[in-house]
């Protein structure tokens, strides 16, 4: 069966680079709820290249070096938040943990993902009122994205948490697959 739908799912976006995928942070990251009012975001995010945090509150975190500052900022537009808030942590995870060259797998639920991109591009603010509050933006390369989604056994040993954002362990990720994945000889 799973052989059936890896054939079924067409690249819909391919980069013919070589990636080595040794000694890169890997993370796993949402992009919209595909069953809910902003499934676009994926669509968008591919078209151009980019991804997109729902986090933020429409705020600019461009001066903000660590969660406690990320706190302030929401504290300043009297948004209550700690520096242990998932708010705070996603936002600075998203900009000052993710480094250029990072790996990203974009997840659809817990048991499938749909794209595996490169970050490319340092934290930019860049509010879209069709994006809703999805303005929290970093430039990627889709090295592979798919017409459909993949059943994460592809790539993991169990499956995605729920959690919008967070780094991806060696002891989860099937790195051999991995690289089979994005067309790499070895991982």
């Known amino acids: 069966k799973r052989i059936c739908v890896l054939d079924q799912a067409v690249v819909e976006k391919s980069s013919q680079a070589q990636i080595d995928i040794s000694n890169r942070k890997i993370w796993k990251m949402s992009l919209g709820d595909t069953q809910g009012d902003d499934s676009y975001i994926y669509e968008h995010c591919i078209d151009q290249n980019e991804l997109r945090l729902g986090y933020g509150s429409n705020l600019d975190f461009s001066g903000a070096d660590d969660s406690e500052q990320i706190a302030k900022i929401y504290q300043r537009e009297e948004i209550e938040a700690k520096t ?14 993710i480094n250029n060259g990072d790996l990203i797998v974009v997840s659809n639920g817990n048991k499938k ?10 934290y930019e603010f860049k509010p879209d009122d069709s994006l809703m509050n999805y303005s929290q933006c970093r430039s990627v390369i889709w090295h592979k994205a798919w017409d459909r989604s993949l059943p994460n056994d592809q790539l993991l040993y169990k499956t995605f948490s729920q959690m919008t954002l967070y780094q991806l362990k060696p002891k989860v990720l099937r790195a051999d697959k991995l690289a089979e994945l994005l067309g790499t000889a070895d991982g």
Request: aromatic content about 12%.
């Open 84 to 97: 242990q808030d998932y708010r705070v942590t996603s936002v600075n995870i998203f900009k000052n943990r």
């Open 113 to 122: 993902f749909r794209a595996i991109g490169e970050v490319t591009g340092d």
